[in-house]
């Protein structure tokens, strides 16, 4: 396959909603007319069964196409907010970023969020107005909504000839010229002037336009003072280096179903977003020394895995983005991670749902293998004469967890759940060493609830949640003593073992110590351990509601033996019985895990945010102002935050998103700790003490 002569990998990024996987299939079509659905919609690409349910992109679709003798390579992106780490893994190995923004919604729901990950990425980005077509589209407010949401400068570089079904076309604002499109060529257009009407108009925004495009660069600047304007040549690469730069956010406009705008948009992408050849990747090599990789064709071989699927019937399928050297059939690579070989024997590009074999791939271009042994998402596969390791794929905190049960047994549903990890890293199947439930987690409610019906569907098994059991502890609030003597006698050897325990508190977080004060010898040493033993082995069933007791010292301070029935276990059971006792009398309370809140909401959000969290036993520790928003730092009972990413969404109309992480315990209120007590007590969950017979 000879090489391309203009290569262009870049993400499409938006709100759901926003119309990305709309523009994505105009893309197809624009490439190919039997590639895309006639209307434009995403009926291709979101073909998942729970995408279709949900009418929204739920996981990456790559797509590769050539137009015009170049070829593009586009990662369609989820815009719900549990799949936005998604959107950082597309960025990681895309040159730059489409964010589509709805003419007719504006930058609604997650739009915010998405760009911030989007900033915090340093990608040169395009804004696309989509839907200009629709009946309550408004290209103004839409700008405006960039500016004031966004807070980045939009610089106009085309703006459309009419509003809402009556737009006719587009003025493009670098030529001065109309586009007009052709009813009967789907992405085509004839040029005119602009119209009179549009002239004053479309002056102004040229002006704003130059004036950004100068402002990139210190020796455009001095031209356009001088000259008062700039060469086309010139506003071109001041455009490319102010994107690049992130100074502003170009915007141009679209509409997915006639293809108005859909040609310039590559024309615009072809301009702004860097070629691979331009992109240098920081690595390490085997000894951990940082190595600079660049996107030349001839370097040594490196890739970059992306995303991985597995089919019942294909088995595992890898995606691919090659960031040097050119991959043919018939290689091996290796994957630094496990330091194993994997041995391509053919490989595929991804064409609009369709898969066909190619004979080479070189820098910026998708490809997808089949069957390797054992490369993850995030992976790197290289040529063995020159390992690297690129960046892995960054891993967030996991704010929502669900317990799982299955009907087919835990053993079943876990087996499934782990080769859709495979899938998506994101998710976590962990068993909770408090409570004893496999619990799944992941970045949103949304987010699980998807993986479930994944597993329904690819494996046939049916997975219930509910919401986890927080992990209580017990613990004690005051010094206490009591003794533990075990007897037994039943013919032979009896058995024998008597120990004074004394329980004291220590700081919360501490766990459990022990402490031998045995003097002349009234415990033998060899038995003290036993006693130890013998407490350690209670620890797991508190007195109070049966839950692991933390955070004091046991005092081994007098005992007595047998020179023939003391044993191990009678001092076992001596020091078991001595513990329970004292810890009657050591004023037992509940402890309950409290988690470290930060949540981020829009600022007119704020008091029903604040209110929600006190309503919850939440500690307000402050409020911060954000780029966009209002960050709220808070502790909160896990016990009350179980629920919380579906109440935020619902108070915020979508618009607040948090992250939640474990900070430590607090003694549960006794009104609460009483109805926990009673409920475990009801459950058979409290074992009573041994009395001494």
Not at 11 to 37: C, I, Q
Not at 76 to 95: I, R, S
Not at 373 to 397: M, N, S, V, W, Y
């Amino acid at each position: 396959m000879a090489t391309p002569r203009v290569i262009r990998t870049f993400s499409m990024v938006g709100a759901d909603g926003a119309g990305k996987t709309a523009l994505v299939e105009a893309l197809l079509r624009l490439a190919d007319p039997r590639h895309a659905s006639p209307d434009g919609s995403s009926a291709r690409l979101d073909a998942e069964p729970e995408e279709k349910k949900r009418n929204f992109t739920l996981s990456l679709h790559p797509e590769s196409f050539d137009e015009g003798g170049r070829s593009f390579h586009v990662l369609d992106c989820p815009g719900f907010a549990a799949f936005l780490t998604e959107v950082e893994w597309a960025l990681q190995v895309t040159d730059g970023a489409v964010m589509a923004i709805s003419a007719a919604d504006g930058c609604h729901n997650r739009s915010e969020r998405t760009y911030d990950v989007l900033a915090d990425s340093g990608l040169p980005a395009l804004g696309i107005i989509t839907r200009v077509d629709h009946e309550q589209a408004n290209f103004q407010k839409a700008l405006a909504d960039i500016e004031t949401s966004l807070k980045v400068k939009p610089v106009p570089l085309q703006f459309p000839i009419g509003e809402g079904p009556g737009c006719k076309g587009l003025v493009d604002l670098i030529s001065m010229k109309a586009h007009l499109p052709d009813p009967k060529v789907f992405g085509a257009f004839r040029e005119a002037e602009v119209p009179a009407g549009l002239q004053a108009e479309a002056t102004a925004l040229r002006t704003g336009m130059l004036e950004a495009a100068a402002e990139a660069d210190d020796e455009l600047l001095g031209h356009y003072l001088d000259a008062g304007t700039l060469t086309e040549a010139e506003l071109r690469r001041g455009l490319a280096a102010g994107a690049r730069a992130g100074r502003f956010l170009p915007v141009a406009l679209t509409a997915a179903k006639t293809g108005l705008g859909v040609r310039q948009l590559l024309e615009l992408a072809v301009l702004l977003f860097p070629s691979p050849a331009e992109r240098v990747v920081a690595g390490v090599d085997l000894a951990g020394k940082e190595v600079l990789w660049a996107g030349d064709a001839n370097a040594p071989f490196c890739a970059q895995v992306f995303k991985t699927t597995i089919d019942h019937f294909t088995g595992r399928v890898d995606y691919l983005r090659v960031v040097s050297g050119t991959l043919r059939p018939e290689t091996s690579l290796m994957n630094p991670r496990t330091r194993t070989e994997e041995r391509v024997s053919h490989f595929f590009r991804t064409d609009g749902a369709q898969t066909a074999e190619v004979a080479e791939a070189g820098p910026g271009e998708f490809v997808v293998l089949v069957k390797l042994k054992d490369a993850h998402t995030g992976d790197t596969l290289c040529d063995r004469e020159a390992p690297i390791l690129l960046p892995a794929f960054r891993q967030h905190t996991r704010p929502v967890a669900y317990a799982v049960h299955a009907k087919g047994g835990d053993d079943k549903a876990a087996a499934a759940l782990h080769k859709l990890i495979e899938e998506d890293p994101s998710l976590e199947l962990v068993r909770s060493p408090e409570t004893g439930e496999m619990l799944l987690q992941g970045m949103g409610q949304a987010h699980i609830e998807v993986t479930v019906e994944r597993v329904k569907r690819k494996h046939g098994i049916e997975i219930t949640l509910s919401p986890p059991s927080p992990a209580y502890l017990e613990t004690i609030t005051a010094t206490a003593k009591a003794q533990g003597k075990f007897r037994r006698q039943t013919g032979g050897h009896g058995a024998f073992g008597d120990a004074h325990v004394e329980l004291s508190p220590l700081p919360r977080g501490a766990g459990f110590e022990f402490e031998d004060a045995i003097v002349g010898g009234s415990v033998p040493r060899q038995f003290i351990p036993s006693v130890e033993k013998g407490i350690r082995g209670s620890l797991g069933n508190g007195p109070l509601a049966g839950y692991q007791v933390v955070d004091f010292k046991a005092k081994l301070v007098f005992g007595s033996y047998h020179d023939v029935d003391s044993s191990d276990m009678a001092f076992q059971v001596a020091g078991s019985m001595a513990f329970k006792k004292a810890m009657a009398e050591a004023r037992p309370i509940l402890l309950e895990p409290v988690m470290q809140l930060e949540v981020r909401v829009p600022e007119e959000y704020v008091g029903p945010v604040m209110g929600d969290l006190n309503s919850r036993r939440a500690r307000v520790q402050g409020l911060e102002p954000a780029a966009r928003g209002v960050t709220i730092r808070a502790t909160c009972p896990h016990a009350e935050a179980m629920t919380y990413d579906a109440d935020l969404r619902s108070l915020t109309q979508g618009l607040g998103y948090f992250t939640m992480a474990p900070a430590h315990y607090d003694p549960v209120p006794p009104p609460l700790a009483q109805k926990i007590i009673e409920r475990r007590r009801a459950e058979g969950k409290v074992k009573g003490v041994e009395e001494e017979k």
